[in-house]
């Protein structure tokens, strides 16, 4: 019967050991159970996925512009004043910016100039607006 020193860092508790065949235990008993116990694990700190949301940027597009640029383009009425007015309408639309009430209001407007900039135009693009034109003027 020896007495030794728990070597646990905190610790320095004296312990009997019994000399026996092996290596000497480095801790007291007490230390012994504790590290022996597995610890309580605490819940692993997985960072949650990140989710990542879009940058909320107005939408610079020039969608409506570049479709109503095409579609006078191809009825030959972009230097019409209601193609020019279409053609400022759907730079405003791309720009962005507007409410709800007041996108649902360019919408239309835009809408209403394009149909008159291209009233009785033949669309070349177009082979419906072709057709519909030709029976409206009764060929
Ligand atoms: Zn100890």
Do not use: F, N
């Not at 092996?22 to 116990?37: D, N, V, W």
């Not at 949301?53 to 479709?67: I, N, Y």
């Amino acid at each position: 019967m020896s007495i030794r020193v728990c070597t646990r860092v905190g610790c320095g508790a004296e312990y009997a050991w019994d000399p026996k065949p092996g290596r000497p235990p480095r801790y007291c008993e007490a230390c012994r159970a504790e590290i022996a116990r597995p610890k309580r694990q605490v819940a692993p700190t997985t960072p949650r996925p990140v989710t990542v949301l879009p940058e909320q940027r107005p939408t610079t597009t020039s969608a409506t512009l570049e479709a109503v640029q095409a579609k006078l383009t191809a009825a030959g009425r972009t230097d019409t004043v209601p193609g020019a007015v279409a053609l400022r309408l759907a730079a405003l639309l791309d720009a962005g910016g507007h409410s709800a009430s007041g996108y649902a209001a360019l919408a239309r407007q835009l809408t209403a100039s394009v149909e008159e900039a291209c009233r009785g135009a033949s669309l070349a693009g177009d082979p419906l607006a072709a057709i519909r034109d030709r029976r409206s003027r009764g060929a």
